[in-house]
């Protein structure tokens, strides 16, 4: 059993900031990526930001600049600094991992937080 738990969420005004975390933990040999995605009411998820294992990492447009991404590898948690927030970055933002539970499994599998809530006010 292997579970995302996020928390950090919440409401601020515009232009204030947030961080969100997220731990994997339970059956985990080793894992590949972790990252956000966000969906807004009547949208699509999106993927907000994504970080490998050696700390690579990728961001959508609109955050890029505002928003960073980082992990500690020990803990098995990714975080997501959000700055200079805006009301379009509204959406409950989840977690996601891509991850090995079996040494001797052939591909990895991707795994889902329950996400958190994200309200931007104007």
């Known amino acids: 059993q292997v579970q995302l738990v996020e928390s950090g969420g919440g409401l601020v005004q515009a232009g204030e900031s947030l961080r969100l975390s997220c731990a994997a933990s339970?059956?985990?040999?080793?894992?590949?990526?972790m990252g956000w995605y966000r969906q807004a009411p009547g949208k699509q998820r999106e993927l907000v930001a994504v970080?490998?294992?050696?700390?690579?990492?990728s961001y959508m447009g609109s955050v890029k600049g505002r928003f960073t991404i980082s992990r500690d590898n020990a803990k098995n948690t990714v975080y997501l600094q959000m700055d200079s927030l805006k009301p379009d970055d509204t959406a409950v933002y989840y977690c996601w991992a891509n991850l090995f539970k079996y040494t001797y499994q052939r591909r990895p599998d991707d795994y889902w937080g329950q996400g958190t809530q994200v309200t931007i006010s104007s």
């Open positions: 339970g059956s985990i040999s080793s894992i590949n990526a």
């Open positions: 970080i490998t294992t050696d700390g690579t990492t």
